[in-house]
């Protein structure tokens, strides 16, 4: 009996030492041994783990067991997320929402999968598979704009605007809420006869379908109410829209595409855009898009916070009703054409704080149903905003 004892021991560890080497690597479970204690046996076991057996060493063989080699090791079952664990998460950013469209949160980076609990998000680093963690808290955040007059002939003009945001369940779809903001104040030629301060308020969702674990769709709609708020009209409320592909075609290439709907009165009523986004590393990104195209590099990391420098292009401007001398209700269109150059800072894909600067060509106000239009000189801008 004593000898057969041997015999099984060693054959125990041939056996141990051979799987060890094919698997190339010997690791416990992953439970503690007073789990792995309570739940199998009084021994410890230490095993190297090959699928759904496990190949014991000597130190935790039974010899009452009708195959002392091999176990098998249990299967963990899929549970349900609760709804306190679905409230717990939230794909970082959107990206491009905030600089196209007031409806629309952040790129397209926000997203959801149902059933894990998990989604694809944009790529900033160069991670194919990467997954980010949903968050459903409230985000907030707000910018400041300068552009000078440049004299009594010039247009300049001071913008505050602010927006929150959050990420609510109906039923089982994610709905991304965005409420918006903002104030105008207009430096302007008196035979103009603008009024010196508009306003624009907006609300929007945006809810994101994940097709894949690459390939993502955003659909959103809002309302906007731009003015100087003297008289109220039901067609002054300006619908709004957009969709939105995403998808991530190799480890250092992702692209997007899809069109805005920013009202039938709005300078750029309806918008397409589309390009690629390419990193090399996860320090550069080269946002190569129509219409705002953007070369970023970070210069500076400590921790989870980092410094990132900037130059890109785009349109701007604004639209909104107001009341002329005749007591009728016109619409007011203001458009540019920008080159910008700036330097933010981000914690994780957040940019908690951003100052730009900007050269304005091709500026132009056109007051509509008078059939005036005035061409302004090129100017020169600075923009701070916040993100938190």
């Given at each position: 009996m004593s000898i057969r004892l041997q015999s099984l021991s060693r054959t125990a560890m041939k056996l141990t030492l051979a799987a060890a080497m094919f698997s190339g690597s010997s690791f416990a479970m992953g439970e503690d041994s007073t789990t792995q204690s309570s739940r199998y046996s009084s021994r410890s076991v230490h095993a190297t783990q090959r699928g759904p057996e496990v190949v014991a060493s000597k130190e935790s063989i039974d010899l009452h067991h009708t195959n002392p080699m091999v176990y098998e090791a249990p299967v963990a079952q899929p549970s349900e997320i609760s709804e306190e664990e679905k409230e717990q998460f939230?794909?970082?950013?959107?990206?491009y929402g905030d600089e196209y469209s007031t409806a629309v949160s952040a790129p397209p980076q926000t997203s959801y999968a149902p059933r894990q609990g998990y989604a694809p998000a944009h790529r900033s680093s160069c991670t194919k598979s990467k997954r980010t963690p949903i968050d459903t808290d409230l985000h907030m955040g707000g910018a400041f704009r300068i552009v000078p007059d440049y004299g009594d002939e010039g247009f300049g003009l001071q913008e505050i605007d602010g927006y929150a945001k959050k990420m609510v369940f109906i039923g089982d779809f994610p709905v991304i809420v965005k409420v918006g903001g903002g104030i105008s104040l207009l430096d302007s030629p008196a035979p103009l006869m603008l009024p010196q301060e508009v306003y624009e308020l907006s609300l929007g969702g945006t809810v994101p379908f994940p097709v894949s674990d690459d390939f993502m769709v955003l659909v959103g709609a809002g309302v906007s109410l731009p003015g100087d708020f003297q008289q109220f009209e039901s067609d002054q409320i300006q619908l709004t829209g957009q969709v939105i592909g995403t998808y991530q075609w190799t480890e250092h290439w992702s692209l997007m595409g899809g069109v805005f709907y920013f009202g039938e009165d709005a300078p750029f009523p309806i918008l397409p855009f589309g390009g690629a986004t390419y990193t090399p590393y996860d320090g550069l990104r080269y946002d190569l898009f129509l219409p705002r195209p953007r070369v970023a590099k970070r210069f500076y990391q400590c921790g989870k916070c980092s410094w990132w420098g900037y130059v890109g292009g785009g349109f701007g401007g604004g639209s909104w009703y107001i009341e002329r001398p005749d007591g009728e209700s016109r619409f007011?269109?203001?458009?540019?054409?920008?080159?910008?150059?700036?330097?933010e800072r981000r914690i994780g894909?957040?940019?908690?704080?951003d100052i730009e600067f900007g050269y304005l060509m091709g500026r132009e106000l056109n007051i509509d149903d008078e059939n005036l239009s005035y061409e302004l000189d090129n100017a020169l801008s600075v923009r701070f905003s916040t993100n938190f």
């Open positions: 939230l794909s970082t950013s959107l990206g007011l269109e203001y458009e540019e054409y920008q080159f910008l150059f700036g330097l894909d957040l940019v908690t704080a």
